[in-house]
């Protein structure tokens, strides 16, 4: 079994300050783990992705996500936050056991202030 | 190399009518799937498949039937209309490949279409 939990449903930031959104998982294999951005009334568009190699990974944007194992968790950062920012964020694991099995969070919706 | 293309774009309904979401993907991907949106929900996978005659259900298959005769298409079909169906549909595909093994950038990623926004009157 596995699933995901987005720790938070709306996050807001102001222009300039750092961004985190947070997203813990549990698997019973080991995951390949995402962040996807979805912008309004767009599709899902891939912004990083951990697959077992190195655990902090840089994603496009300036977006990034550290995996800690211990933690379960897979929280994504950016340094400062754009105004083009602003979408809903999901955070998604995957198994490959006998077939790929994804799970979606429920996403976070990011706001950011001018 | 056009990616995953859905159709129709939108979509109004009657309770009761019958429709198909198509869907087609070019890269030769083994892994297809639909998704439903709905706010606060995130995406509820429905149906997927990985490869053409093999077909399972995901999360929410209720109300839904899919099937895969070619690689390249996935279609989901709606026999009979209820408002609970209205939510915006994506198909996504992927290789199910790991990546560790093929060393390819675009394994286990999935691609998603543009959507298609149904609602059911």
């Known amino acids: 079994a596995q699933s995901v939990t987005q720790l938070d449903s709306h996050v807001s930031v102001s222009e300039g300050t750092p961004v985190l959104l947070r997203c813990n998982y549990s698997?019973?294999?080991?995951?390949?783990l995402f962040w996807y951005v979805q912008h309004p009334n767009k599709g899902l568009q891939l912004l990083l992705k951990?697959?077992?190699?190195?655990?902090l990974v840089k994603g496009i944007n300036g977006f990034e996500a550290e995996f800690k194992k211990s933690e379960t968790s897979f929280h994504l950062t950016k340094p400062s936050a754009h105004m083009s920012d602003a979408a809903e964020y999901f955070c998604?694991?995957?198994?490959?056991?006998?077939?790929?099995?994804?799970?979606f969070g429920t996403g976070t919706k990011l706001q950011v202030i001018p | 190399n056009a990616g995953v293309t859905q159709t129709p774009k939108f979509q109004v309904l009657k309770t009761g009518q019958s429709m198909t979401l198509q869907c087609a993907q070019d890269?030769?991907?083994?892994?297809m799937s639909w998704y439903r949106q709905d706010p606060g929900m995130g995406l509820r996978l429905i149906h997927y498949?990985?490869?053409?005659?093999?077909?399972d259900q995901g999360e929410v298959p209720n109300g839904y039937n899919v099937s895969r005769s070619t690689t390249e298409d996935f279609p989901l079909r709606l026999l009979s209309a209820a408002p609970s169906q209205t939510s915006v549909y994506f198909c996504?595909?992927?290789?199910?490949?790991?990546?560790?093994?093929?060393?390819?950038?675009?394994?286990?990623?999935?691609?998603f279409g543009a959507g298609s926004r149904l609602t059911v009157l």
């Open positions: 996504a595909s992927s290789t199910d490949r790991p990546l560790e093994r093929e060393g390819l950038p675009g394994a286990n990623v999935l691609t």
């Open positions: 698997s019973s294999y080991s995951p390949s």
């Open positions: 951990y697959t077992s190699a190195a655990t």
């Open positions: 998604v694991v995957s198994v490959l056991y006998l077939y790929q099995k994804v799970t």
């Open positions: 890269m030769n991907h083994e892994y």
């Open positions: 498949s990985v490869g053409a005659g093999i077909t």
